[in-house]
């Protein structure tokens, strides 16, 4: 509960009176009528008569609580407000302002009569994912006469909403996995599921993989041998160089979605935030992973600093050798370049996705031929990109990623291949 100051000044009502009584005055100095002064006797001492009360307090109690305090971005909150006086009032009344990328779903102005408590209930739509106060909440509030009215603002309720992951259903299994109990088949032998083939018995083998016919066939002891179902490691990479027609907004929300499928199927999931600083978060497990990721995606700001991160920084947990890493980024600024090849030249295998879609501004017709020049220069950047073993697909934010990855494209990088 936190305490509001009010600020009393007087009402529009008040302001009509002392109109009313200024012109009585002024039609009676210029007509000499004193009939007239009865006019403004009567808005006088209504104006007069609450100048020496006390009954206006200086401060109220206020209690605000939102529900739920997490949610993911499109999702509807409800904003709680109770607001208490020491002293009964003539009117209570309580407005409020949403606050940027979050829009009320009701008009509701919630007002009391005569009373020292009142309350209000709000439907807030979350439009964008962040951190943010819910909005600036009004207390207006009025003395038994309506003459004087104290007000108070102050921002309420605190949001956190995570981004809508896009849509991503498959999951790329990269050529070599980490040597690590999963569901994803490897090339490796193991205690799989999937048969590979029959072969002469060795010591170690275990005596249930005995294959009795193969043994009865050949005299001797033969196994059968299946391949190793392992786990695999995916890393989300974010440029925050640069946002330019929402490219940062539609890299976070295409992170989330690569992401989630693979923490669903077992996997590990990690991030790394590309800016003048290098954050990062090494692969892990679980569904509070996804969590995990979207709180420092919250903190992705536009980072304007000049200095190249440099990826040699990063834990080797951080990058494991086998992990595919998924790039979300619009290919402006020069520095991610110098990213991507040092991401590549590791070892690591590199997918990069360009999410952007806006063009630059012509002013005339004669433009369009740098406006083909700037197009030819983007084909050729993510030409470049692919003739050095690291493949570019391109995502508007609108359609589903499989969409995008799944399409006839260059081999994925290091053997990566997607399930059938």
């Not at 590979?196 to 060795?202: L, Q, T």
């Not at 490691?233 to 989330?256: E, Q």
């Not at 589903?400 to 053997?415: M, R």
Request: charge should be neutral; hydrophobic fraction near 40%; include cysteine.
């Amino acid at each position: 509960m936190t305490t509001l100051e009010l600020h009393w000044g007087p009402s529009a009502h008040a302001r009509r009176l002392l109109t009313v009584a200024a012109v009585a005055v002024a039609v009676l100095l210029v007509t000499g009528r004193t009939g007239i002064l009865a006019l403004a006797a009567a808005p006088l001492l209504l104006l007069l008569a609450p100048l020496g009360s006390t009954n206006r307090p200086r401060a109220v109690r206020l209690l605000a609580g939102v529900s739920p305090d997490h949610c993911v971005e499109g999702e509807t909150i409800t904003l709680d407000v109770e607001v208490e006086a020491r002293e009964r009032l003539g009117m209570l009344r309580l407005e409020l302002t949403s606050s940027r990328q979050l829009r009320r779903l009701d008009r509701e102005t919630p007002t009391a009569v005569l009373s020292n408590r009142i309350s209000g209930t709000w439907a807030v739509r979350v439009d964008r994912w962040g951190r943010r106060t819910v909005g600036e909440l009004t207390v207006v509030a009025r003395d038994g006469l309506g003459l004087w009215e104290g007000r108070g603002a102050c921002p309420v309720g605190e949001v956190i909403s995570y981004p809508q992951p896009a849509a991503f259903s498959h999951v790329a299994v990269p050529h070599h996995l980490p040597a690590r109990l999963g569901q994803h088949l490897s090339g490796r032998p193991g205690h799989g599921s999937e048969f590979a083939r029959i072969r002469p018995y060795v010591p170690g083998d275990l005596p249930r993989d005995v294959h009795w016919p193969s043994t009865l066939r050949h005299g001797s002891l033969h196994v059968v041998q299946h391949l190793a179902e392992e786990s695999a490691d995916v890393i989300v990479a974010i440029d925050a160089f640069t946002d330019v027609g929402g490219t940062l907004s539609r890299s976070v929300r295409g992170a989330t979605g690569v992401a989630a499928p693979y923490l669903r199927s077992g996997d590990r999931a990690g991030l790394i935030v590309l800016g003048g600083g290098l954050h990062w978060l090494p692969p892990e497990s679980g569904q509070r992973t996804l969590y995990r990721i979207a709180d420092e995606i919250l903190t992705v700001q536009r980072d304007i600093s000049v200095v190249t991160p440099d990826v040699g920084r990063l834990p080797r947990r951080s990058l494991p050798p086998a992990a595919l890493i998924v790039v979300f980024t619009p290919l402006l600024d020069e520095r991610i370049f110098t990213l991507l090849h040092d991401l590549h030249d590791r070892g690591t295998q590199v997918l990069v996705v360009d999410v952007l879609t806006t063009k630059p501004p012509r002013a005339a017709d004669e433009d369009d031929l740098a406006l083909r020049m700037w197009r030819l220069d983007r084909q050729a950047t993510a030409y470049r990109l692919r003739d050095s073993g690291i493949p570019v697909f391109a995502w508007d934010g609108r359609r589903s990623l499989d969409e995008v990855l799944l399409a006839p494209h260059p081999a994925l990088p290091g053997g990566a291949r997607w399930p059938a």
